[in-house]
């Protein structure tokens, strides 16, 4: 167990729960506030899809350099020095705690997460918690590999007993509830707050398939599971913040399978039943906030207050951000914006040479715009444009992921409408592509990268 940092008025609650339910652990963490006490805002931050990998697991070599070429984007190079950024971030600004939701290795490799785990502990000792659920990447998961001039070398991955074990001090030994069937639970976060950490990863079935299963859902015993701890947390008047891997809501115009929940509509029911308002996702590495019903939607059901699903950027991919949020017991606000982790500043401080770290915003932004060039090029390769059209055409559609995957194509990308490349594009009708460029420029607004919610009143 964690020693409380709240100094503050404990308020002890006896409630007598089953123990399939929300059972409330008599501890340091046992905190919840009188109705005349005020408090002042407590921060936190969210990170997700970090896909850490040991830096020991690779030389490199021809066989990395392929395997990380041929991605989607994760700067594993230096996912480790990122890492180390981060923690020094966390040591400097002191958040009252961080969430880390799933896909916290790069493919589950039993030494990726050990040494997570050992950063982990040091952002504690510093004095900041830490409350992780695993993603689809992270358990049972055949893809772990190690990699050694032109080989890739299976390696052990690690199972859900191991992860609870490994994890145990950042969410589990301190959980006020734990589903039976599940990696979910309940901590209280916060004077007044709740989490509920859901893990809506499948991984049961990863070792038979021989690949790691993308897709998610909420349990029905999670969702039973929920209904007893928002009972729980009705006593104590605390709000609740959701987390899960796989998202609440669509994040796309796009008809791309395996990024919302697969039974969406049943947690959402559950969620609007609960007075559950705001969650908190990751999975499809862009940086997107979505809320139902939609407000701007004309047709849509006004008697229904909206419900906020924030996915953030993943870590691994440029922009390399988290978000950096506030919760106010006062007002039950929250506030979430998104922050770049300072790789720079601590490349500074620890005297590091390397120029892609020491000038690490332009080095990551460059090397994900060539990997989006790649791709827009080849995808062009047989098409009936000129060479100089096809530059033009990659250049534009670069320019534009970029800004998506930060989370401002949809409110600032005016300028780029106009690049010729884009009017090329119009041309094309076969492919992934074309959609995905509509997709992508489609006017959002409010931003995608700042929000207020304020959570349900219990």
């Known amino acids: 167990m964690k020693t409380s940092k709240f100094i503050i008025p404990l308020l002890i609650l006896t409630a007598s729960l089953s123990l399939t339910g929300c059972k409330n652990t008599e501890s340091s963490n046992s905190i919840t506030i009188a109705n005349n006490e005020a408090h002042e805002p407590v921060s936190f931050w ?225 969620f609007r039943k609960n007075g559950l308002n705001l969650a908190l996702s990751g999975h499809i590495h862009m940086q997107d906030i979505r809320w139902s019903p939609d407000l701007s939607d004309v047709t849509a059901d006004s008697s229904l207050n909206p419900v906020y699903d924030i996915a953030t950027s993943a870590f691994a991919v440029n922009p390399h951000q988290y978000g950096a949020m506030t919760y106010d017991p006062n007002t039950r606000a929250v506030n979430y914006r998104t922050v770049p982790v300072d790789v720079e500043g601590w490349a500074k401080v620890n005297k590091i040479t390397d120029s892609n770290l020491t000038n690490f915003k332009a080095y990551a932004e460059k090397s994900f715009a060539q990997g989006s060039y790649n791709k827009a090029i080849n995808n062009l390769k047989d098409s009936k444009f000129t ?18 995957f930060a989370g401002t194509a949809g409110s600032r990308a005016a300028d780029l409408m106009d690049m010729p490349g884009f009017k090329l594009w119009n041309e094309v009708t076969d492919g992934f592509i074309p959609g995905y460029i509509q997709s992508m420029a489609a006017p959002k607004e409010p931003d995608n990268v700042a929000l207020e919610v304020v959570l349900t009143k219990r």
């Open 387 to 404: 060479e100089k059209q096809k530059i033009m055409m990659a250049e534009a559609m670069s320019a534009l992921n970029v800004r998506f």
């Open 46 to 270: 969210v990170a997700t899809d970090l896909h850490y990998l040991d830096k020991g697991l690779h030389d490199k070599g021809e066989a990395f350099q392929t395997y990380v070429s041929s991605g989607d984007g994760k700067l594993l190079p230096y996912i480790d020095e990122i890492s180390e950024a981060f923690v020094y971030d966390i040591k400097q600004q002191k958040p009252s705690f961080v969430i880390l939701s799933g896909d916290l290795t790069n493919n589950g490799e039993r030494s990726s997460h050990e040494e997570l785990a050992k950063k982990l502990q040091r952002i504690e000792k510093a004095g900041t918690d830490v409350y992780v659920i695993p993603g689809n990447h992270d358990l049972f998961n055949p893809w772990a590999r190690a990699f050694k001039d032109d080989k890739q070398i299976v390696i052990d991955s690690i199972s859900d007993k191991e992860f609870t074990g490994m994890y145990g001090d950042y969410g589990y030994e301190e959980a006020l509830s734990r589903d039976k069937e599940t990696l979910s639970y309940a901590v209280r976060a916060a004077p007044g707050l709740w989490l509920l950490m859901i893990d809506s990863s499948q991984y049961a079935n990863n070792q038979k398939y021989g690949f790691p299963q993308t897709d998610g859902r909420v349990a029905p015993s999670t969702l039973k599971w929920i209904d007893e701890c928002v009972k729980s947390a009705t006593k104590e008047h605390a709000s609740i913040i959701t987390i899960l891997h796989h998202n609440l809501l669509d994040h796309t115009s796009m008809s791309i399978s395996g990024f919302k929940l697969n039974n969406s509509q049943e947690t959402m029911k559950n």
